[in-house]
T-cell receptor, first 116, second 111 residues
Framework: EPEVTQTPSHQVTQMGQEVILRCVPI?????FYWYRQILGQKVEFLVS????????KSEIFDDQFSVERPDGSNFTLKIRSTKLEDSAMYFC??????????????FGPGTRLTVL | DAKTTQPNSMESNEEEPVHLPCNHS???????IHWYRQLPSQGPEYVIH???SNVNNRMASLAIAEDRKSSTLILHRATLRDAAVYYC????????????FGTGTRLQVTL
């Protein structure tokens, strides 16, 4: 069964450093998402992406964040200068075909980001 | 976004049916009712969704009240592997619709 994959599973970084979290969505999916979950808290939407541009972003997704689909298979989340409060589990998700209004989102296993 | 209300936690015995309730009194006519679950240390996983009629799939059943202000996710025979946080989420129809997670219901399943 196709699945969303994410790398690395755990990333440790120093405050102020840049990190790139990588995701490979399900092939032929067209909608891509990033969510995050701070330990013990709710899953929060960050950004959605379609047709090579951002469809929607939350207040969390400020200028320090960016997303890219560089090669038609990977979907990346970059945090330019990490802060302690960026420590969280980051989940990538993808959704199927255009024109399907209510298709489910498929989530990856997550990348645990720890900022020291 | 229309809000949903779920109990914080529920317990069930293995092999018993479980009914997980969700209230969504401000649901709009076009909102779909989605259920996702999150097993420990994993990403969320789609369970089921519906609009007005009751729905069944291999994982669960979804019973939707006639006025659509509440719904119930039914696990017919809970197993230990069903222990998870279950989220009831209203989803606007639309191509890139985001999911807005609440705190969900933590289901504990015991032998």
């Amino acid at each position: 069964e196709p699945e969303v994959t994410q790398t690395p599973s755990h990333q440790v970084t120093q405050m102020g450093q840049e990190v790139i979290l990588r995701c490979v969505p399900i092939s032929n999916h067209l909608y891509f998402y990033w969510y995050r979950q701070i330990l013990g808290q709710k899953v929060e939407f960050l950004v959605s992406f379609y047709n090579n541009e951002i469809s929607e972003k939350s207040e969390i997704f400020d200028d320090q964040f960016s997303v890219e689909r560089p090669d038609g298979s990977n979907f990346t989340l970059k945090i330019r200068s990490t802060k302690l409060e960026d420590s969280a589990m980051y989940f990538c998700a993808s959704k199927g075909l255009a024109g399907s209004l209510v298709n489910e989102q498929f989530f990856g296993p997550g990348t645990r980001l720890t900022v020291l | 976004d229309a809000k949903t209300t779920q109990p914080n936690s529920m317990e069930s015995n293995e092999e018993e049916p479980v009914h997980l309730p969700c209230n969504h009194s401000t649901i709009s006519g076009t909102d779909y009712i989605h259920w996702y679950r999150q097993l420990p240390s994993q990403g969320p996983e789609y369970v089921i969704h519906g609009l007005t009629s009751n729905v069944n799939n291999r994982m669960a059943s979804l019973a939707i009240a006639e006025d659509r202000k509440s719904s119930t996710l039914i696990l017919h025979r809970a197993t230990l592997r069903d222990a998870a946080v279950y989220y009831c989420i209203l989803v606007l129809p639309g191509t890139a619709s985001k999911l807005t997670f609440g705190t969900g219901t933590r289901l504990q399943v015991t032998l």
